[in-house]
């Protein structure tokens, strides 16, 4: 195969200067006067979020008027992904609450939206944006913004350009939206997830209710024992292929074992090294293995679910265990209140006994997955020439300022401009939102994704593929983690 | 301009100015089809040309299209040393050839069933079509359900009347998942066979039949020797259009399993996507399209020499 570098600074180069451009201590004072982190990283724990909240009173529609005039006219288009049919209620309001506030406080631009499907979003924009049909504006998972400044199809596009400053916002969240030093985006919010369980499950099978798996190996342990004792099903594991739901599982207890796709948990990445194929991976792998082949505690159609399939199961008290976002129990209430007579019954007697905790911790690390949304501005050269560069700042600034970031992450994420945990909205969410500490207390934990154009194909495909070819007997443990080694260097050429 | 072969042979010079002559006698039937070929050539045959033009190019995730990489034969040469295309192709000629058999030999059963009166036989037809013309992906999550290793439906009845211990692992087992989706895939299609064949038995002549009857012939020599024949050219057409739809066929396989469990399910077409839309290697999937086209081709011309034998047989 013929394979050729762009010319231009070599990977490392970049990247660290992209990481030093991050960790810089000197970030200029945004357009409102704030200087430096509003937050203490290095003291983030579930009492100092909720010591902050509350604390910073914020006029959203004054703070977007010293970047785009209130009275601007204009017109752009903007794709994102919005609630669904399996999304909770509360995310609908709040998006129709998002439209409805942008529209009051810019008039005159109008909005050209279209929400899209998670899994089919990105392949209708990579085609539209080779038909030169992109749209202006774009809320996208974290994931997706490398391959899209790689061909060139994102504008540059930094905090500072709408309001904000780079400090304001979670370093893995910046280096998320880097690309060769440059910045292509604002992050909107961002994602971590939690071990949920089922306290009435853990009892029944003689385990504490009220104390997660400290460890991946207890996880294993505990999902055997829930099986062996009660019939249910331990951990609801997903091992999908191209679906989303997969690595963001599979890889925190990858990460927590010492493994990796490349050196993705390393302080300064450089992507140059496959660590599919490390001790770490393998034990991670063979954790699965275990739970899948040796104990069958975990479900056959694990293969073939996404975390939707394990939404049902775990609601009825058929599963034990699964990690998730904390609107899955937003979800699961709207599921609850559908339901009458005896099933019924069983949801309420779930929802009673839901438990939140940490993610199970390794050998080398506790780790989650650092996930989240971008706001970005593409290029006029692919949205047929029909660009206003002024609205889409105005979506923009109004998207990521510390009030919308904070409520577009209600129910199932957290702000990613770090002044939102110091709102009030974020005083409210804590105050009723069950297990939002949790999750937020995950964040100093996430790992992005690798940073590079071929995380998609690492994540969604070779990722799955490596555990459906462990867990079918088709290839070994060791076997199956070499392959997609093999894949990875391919794909990277090295 | 092309020169059209006369009587199966290349026509001699006094005989191509006739031809020429015929055809310009002929312009204006020409243009009244101009504007569907201008469609088809916008719609098909440009993106038949770029799909074959960047077969011959890699194109990285990294790489904006315009900065592709010509590699030649190189995208060929790698599908022809492909272990997962030898197991996508496998999988394609059971899915293909299963799913064909059994969707005509049930639309062909109902046809018959349905060729003769008896009552609600309205009602019964409207009833067979119903999967024909239910959307494919609405099918695919309700079957998937139906057939789910853990909590599906077929999985707790046979739990339920003692036939086995647990639930039965359709979808997520390397062996039953290309029968169990091919079996959806049945379901979906045989109504197309049972209208083509039901069609097709409404030409059969009715006093022949009898006539054979009050001949002596039994119902199955009837059948044999009269019916069936009649049906040779609808039957070839129908088995046609069922294997190129389903060398065609996307959603069930992609849906209900997405190709696994480890490739087990994985057909040409869904190989193609996951190439394009997974690994974002656009000119390796144009390759692995390209072939899907020779192949499909072939089958179209089959297609069209049935229909115009037709053609020529009732002239």
């Known amino acids: 195969m013929t394979y050729r570098e762009k010319s231009g600074p070599s990977r490392r180069d970049v990247l660290a200067a992209g990481a030093g451009l991050v960790g810089s201590s000197l970030i200029p004072a945004n357009s409102f006067g704030q200087t430096g982190a509003p937050v203490d990283l290095a003291n983030w724990s579930p009492e100092y979020v909720r010591k902050i909240a509350g604390t910073l009173e914020v006029d959203t529609a004054a703070d977007c008027a010293k970047i785009v005039p209130l009275d601007y006219r204009g017109n752009i288009t903007f794709w994102y992904v919005g609630p669904t049919d399996a999304s909770p209620r509360i995310?609908?309001?709040?998006?129709?609450?998002?439209?409805?506030?942008?529209?009051?406080?810019?008039?005159?631009?109008?909005?050209?939206?279209?929400?899209?499907?998670?899994?089919?979003?990105?392949?209708?924009l990579r085609t539209a944006a080779l038909g030169n049909s992109a749209p202006m504006v774009a809320r996208l998972m974290l994931l997706w913004a490398p391959e899209l400044a790689a061909k060139g199809f994102l504008n540059e596009l930094k905090p500072e350009d709408v309001g904000h400053?780079?400090?304001?916002?979670?370093?893995?969240?910046?280096?998320?939206?880097?690309?060769?030093?440059?910045?292509?985006?604002?992050?909107?919010?961002?994602?971590?997830m939690a071990l949920i369980w089922n306290a009435e499950l853990f009892e029944q099978a003689g385990l504490n209710p009220e104390e997660p798996p400290a460890t991946w190996d207890d996880l294993v342990n505990y999902s055997r024992t829930i099986k062996e004792k009660t019939g249910k099903f331990g951990y609801g594991m997903v091992a999908r292929r191209n679906a989303g739901n997969t690595p963001y599982r599979f890889m925190p207890q990858c990460w927590a074992y010492g493994g990796g796709a490349l050196d993705e948990t390393a302080a300064a990445p450089r992507y140059e090294q496959v660590l599919l194929d490390s001790p770490g991976t393998k034990a991670a792998l063979q954790a699965s293995y275990d739970m899948y082949v040796r104990d069958k505690s975990v479900p056959v159609s694990a293969l073939t679910n996404t975390q939707n399939e394990n939404q049902d199961p775990f609601l009825s008290g058929n599963l034990a265990m699964m990690i998730s976002h904390p609107s899955e129990y937003a979800v699961m209430l709207d599921k609850a209140a559908r339901l009458s007579g005896d099933e019924r019954a069983r949801a309420d007697r779930a929802i009673a006994k839901v438990r939140y905790g940490l993610i199970p911790k390794g050998p080398a690390r506790r780790a989650v997955a650092f996930g989240g949304w971008n706001a970005h501005i593409f290029k006029p050269s692919v949205t047929g020439g029909k660009h206003d560069m002024e609205a889409a700042r105005a979506l923009v600034t109004f998207m990521t300022g510390p009030e919308w970031s904070t409520k577009l992450a209600w129910a199932g994420s957290n702000p990613g401009n770090l002044r939102g945990f110091k709102t009030s909205w974020m005083k409210k969410r804590l105050e009723t939102i069950r297990f939002l500490d949790v999750t937020t207390s995950m964040l100093t934990y996430g790992v992005p994704f690798p940073v590079i154009p071929e995380?998609?194909?690492?994540?969604?495909?070779?990722?799955?593929?490596?555990m459906q070819n462990a867990l079918t007997?088709?290839?070994?443990v060791s076997a199956a983690a070499d392959a997609a080694a093999r894949q990875v260097r391919d794909a990277l050429s090295i | 301009m092309a020169v059209m072969e006369v009587n199966g042979r290349r026509p001699r010079r006094g005989e191509r100015r006739s031809l020429v002559r015929r055809i310009w006698r002929q312009r204006h039937d020409y243009l009244y089809v101009l504007p569907a070929i201008a469609v088809m050539l916008l719609?098909?045959?440009?993106?038949?040309?770029?799909?074959i033009y960047l077969s011959f190019f890699n194109t990285p995730p990294n790489l904006a299209l315009d900065d592709k990489i010509f590699v030649g034969f190189d995208n060929y040469w790698r599908i022809a040393m492909s272990d997962s295309v030898h197991q996508a192709t496998w999988n394609t000629m059971v899915w293909t050839l299963w799913s064909t058999l059994f969707s005509f030999i049930i639309g062909f059963a109902a046809a018959l069933a349905l060729n003769r009166e008896f009552f609600g036989r309205a009602l019964v037809r409207g009833t067979l079509l119903v999967p024909y013309v239910i959307s494919a992906v609405a099918a695919a999550y309700?079957?998937?359900?139906?057939?789910?290793?853990?909590?599906?439906?077929?999985?707790?009845?046979?739990?339920?009347?003692g036939l086995t211990d647990h639930p039965i692992n359709f979808l997520d087992n390397q062996t039953a998942v290309l029968p169990s989706l091919i079996l959806v895939n049945v379901w979906k299609e045989f109504p197309f066979a049972m209208i083509m064949m039901l069609a097709g038995l409404q030409t059969v002549p009715d006093p022949l039949l009898r006539a054979a009857q009050v001949d002596g012939a039994n119902a199955w020599q009837r059948f044999w020797h009269i019916?069936?024949?009649?049906?040779?050219?609808?039957?070839?057409?129908?088995?046609?259009?069922?294997?190129?739809?389903?060398?065609?066929?996307?959603?069930i396989p992609y849906v209900m399993t997405g190709g696994g469990p480890a490739g087990a399910s994985e057909i040409w077409i869904t190989h193609i996507y996951q190439i394009a839309f997974g690994r974002i290697r656009f000119g390796l999937a144009s390759a692995y399209s390209v072939i899907l086209f020779l192949v499909m081709m072939s089958a179209g011309y089959f297609y069209v020499r049935a229909l115009t034998r037709g053609d020529k047989d009732n002239s």
Do not use: C
């Not at chain 1, 942008?102 to 939206?113: D, G, Q, R």
């Open chain 1, 91 to 124: 995310e609908h309001e709040i998006d129709a609450e998002f439209w409805a506030a942008f529209a009051k406080t810019y008039p005159n631009i109008t909005v050209e939206k279209q929400s899209f499907d998670y899994n089919t979003i990105l392949d209708k």
């Open chain 1, 165 to 192: 400053s780079s400090a304001e916002f979670w370093p893995a969240a910046m280096k998320a939206v880097t690309w060769r030093g440059k910045t292509y985006g604002v992050p909107t919010y961002n994602e971590t």
């Open chain 2, 43 to 51: 719609v098909i045959g440009y993106p038949v040309y770029a799909t």
């Open chain 2, 142 to 161: 309700v079957w998937r359900w139906i057939f789910h290793s853990d909590f599906g439906v077929i999985g707790a009845i046979s739990v339920e009347l």
């Open chain 2, 227 to 251: 019916t069936v024949p009649h049906l040779k050219g609808v039957a070839l057409v129908t088995i046609l259009l069922l294997l190129v739809a389903n060398l065609n066929s996307f959603t």
């Open chain 1, 455 to 466: 995380s998609t194909e690492i994540m969604n495909i070779i990722v799955p593929d490596m």
């Open chain 1, 473 to 476: 007997g088709r290839m070994s």
